[in-house]
């Protein structure tokens, strides 16, 4: 069972900046993407910014455009999330996702969560 360890959340102040750290507990070995999901109380979980294993394609929320920076190492199996310019509205716990195939079917795992609140 592939394990994602994220870390790097926190309480930071608007204009403030945070990164943080997603590494899979092992090779994972046939990954699509991997990404940063969040979920504020009270919404449903929305997608930050996921990065494509292969060719390093990325993909931002229009929320965050500009602002967030998803970046990989594929030799620690890592995803990285640096995020400058937080807003309040970015208070969320924020979720490391990776994307694996399994055979032929696309599998999901997920981290435990990191809390960032941004206080105005």
């Known amino acids: 069972q592939v394990q994602l360890v994220e870390s790097g959340g926190g309480l930071v102040q608007a204009g403030g900046s945070l990164t943080l750290s997603c590494t899979a507990s092992?090779?994972?070995?046939?990954?699509?993407?991997m990404g940063w999901y969040r979920q504020a109380p009270g919404k449903e979980r929305e997608l930050v910014a996921h990065i494509f294993w292969n060719g390093g394609g990325t993909d931002y929320a229009n929320s965050v455009k500009g602002r967030f920076t998803i970046s990989k190492d594929n030799v620690d199996n890592a995803v990285y999330l640096r995020m400058n310019s937080l807003k309040p509205e970015d208070t969320a716990v924020y979720y490391c996702n990776a994307r694996v195939y399994s055979g032929s079917v696309p599998v999901d795992y997920w981290g435990q969560g990191t809390q960032v609140t941004v206080s105005s």
């Open positions: 092992e090779n994972i070995f046939r990954t699509i993407v």
